[in-house]
């Protein structure tokens, strides 16, 4: 599996000639990263002096922000394994009429599905900014550019996710399908930069 993977194999086995891991996976592990970075300032404020206040705060983000990192995890075999579906409908057979329908059930189940990963990654990815900015706020402040990095990290596995949605957005017949997840992405990307802007304004160097 790719997330059991050091991170060396994980980067070579991107840049190989095979098409998975490819940008989809790649958005879940940056929404990961965010989310451990996320984790780690949370961390780094709890039971700190000058702190006290926001213990109770501090570790209920570090566990939300644990549970999302796991789903990240695992969303970047979702997302791979969402794209060999497609490869295999492709390779199923096609000699008769009956087959060719089957196919094409198929097919479009499997574009369905890979768009749905990565339409899960970036909504659950502009969650992440709720909690860097707090983190930003009001985590240990020897480590807010780590909150920083982390919205950061987080703007781009929304925008990242949401490409690989649109792209097999257009293989897919169902046009209700597409339009809802067309809504769903316009929602978030109307506010996503806004967010990540406004977090970076709040860091203090």
Known sequence: MLKDMTVKEFIYETASESPAPGGGSIAALSAASAAALIEMVANLTMEKKGYEDVQNEMNEIKKVSGEYKEKFINYIDEDSDSFNKIMAAFKMPKNNEEEK?????????????????????????????????????????????????????????????????????????????????????????????????????????
């Open 101 to 205: 329908a089957e196919r094409t059930k198929s097919v479009q189940s499997a574009f369905k599905g890979a768009a749905t990963v990565p339409l899960n990654v970036g909504k659950d990815a502009f969650k992440l900014l709720e909690l860097a900015e707090k983190v930003v706020l009001k985590g240990n402040q020897n480590a807010v550019t780590d909150g920083a990095v982390a919205a950061m990290s987080a703007r781009t596995a929304v925008h990242s996710a949401f490409y690989n949605v649109k792209i097999n957005l257009g293989s897919i017949k169902d046009t209700e399908f597409v339009k809802c997840a067309e809504k769903e992405m316009e929602s978030i990307e109307s506010k996503v930069n806004d967010m990540e802007k406004a977090i970076l304004a709040k860091v203090n160097l």
